[in-house]
């Protein structure tokens, strides 16, 4: 049993920052891919920014130059530092991960329960 837990949502003015963290725990062999993606009332889930166990990064065009994403392999965590947040920006925000839990297992798709994030003045 694989489970993600999130923190670090709240609620900020616009061009202030927040970090969301997410950390992996549970039958654990390897993580291949950690990440965020968001959903805001109204839109589908689109994804933020991921990062690969070789540190390869993908963002989406609309948090370049705003958002890093970050991981730290031995603790299965993962992390977002958002700067200069915009209203756009307010969603809530889902922790992704896709993990192998045993040698001999397929990787599977793992979601944290989401954490909102609310910008606005």
């Known amino acids: 049993q694989v489970q993600l837990a999130e923190s670090g949502g709240g609620s900020v003015q616009p061009g202030g920052s927040l970090r969301l963290s997410c950390a992996a725990s549970g039958t654990i062999f390897s993580i291949y891919v950690m990440g965020w993606y968001r959903q805001a009332p109204g839109n589908g889930r689109e994804l933020v920014a991921t990062?690969?166990?070789?540190?390869?990064?993908n963002y989406a065009d609309s948090v370049k130059g705003r958002f890093t994403i970050s991981r730290d392999n031995a603790k299965n965590t993962v992390y977002l530092q958002m700067n200069n947040l915009k209203p756009a920006d307010t969603a809530v925000y889902y922790c992704?991960?896709?993990?192998?839990?045993?040698?001999?297992?397929?990787?599977?798709?793992?979601w944290g329960q989401g954490t909102q994030v609310t910008v606005s003045s």
């Open positions: 992704y991960a896709r993990i192998t839990s045993r040698p001999q297992d397929s990787e599977e798709h793992y």
């Open positions: 990062v690969t166990s070789g540190s390869n990064t």
